[in-house]
């Protein structure tokens, strides 16, 4: 089974910075693209960032400056470091991956459990 388990989200003051971390567990043949998603309760789930295993990235207008995504050089981590926070920051923030697992090396997203981030004004 492959698991996506994330860690670093906590409270922290406007203006300040956290890391998050995610990394992939299991038995699988790689990873493409890996990214950070967040949910605000009531709303659809939005794209924060993504990283390709090539290590192209994209963001969402509202991060892009502020945040900045990266993978570990065993490329099945992921990070996020947020800097400049803002209080429209805070929900929960989600891992996600491309996963090429099994005999016929088929594709699966998987998403991680979520972490909280909020931002205290």
């Known amino acids: 089974q492959v698991q996506l388990v994330e860690s670093g989200g906590g409270l922290v003051q406007a203006g300040g910075s956290l890391r998050l971390s995610c990394a992939a567990s299991g038995t699988f043949f790689s990873i493409n693209a890996m990214g950070w998603y967040r949910q605000a309760p009531g709303k659809q789930r939005e794209l924060v960032a993504t990283?390709?295993?090539?290590?192209?990235?994209n963001y969402s207008d509202s991060v892009k400056g502020r945040f900045t995504i990266s993978r570990g050089n065993a490329k099945n981590t992921v990070y996020l470091q947020m800097n400049s926070l803002k209080p429209e920051d805070t929900t929960v923030y989600y891992c996600?991956?491309?996963?090429?697992?099994?005999?016929?090396?088929?594709?699966?997203?998987?998403w991680g459990q979520g972490t909280q981030v909020t931002v205290s004004s």
């Open positions: 990283i390709t295993a090539g290590g192209s990235t």
């Open positions: 996600n991956a491309e996963i090429i697992s099994g005999s016929y090396f088929t594709s699966y997203r998987y």
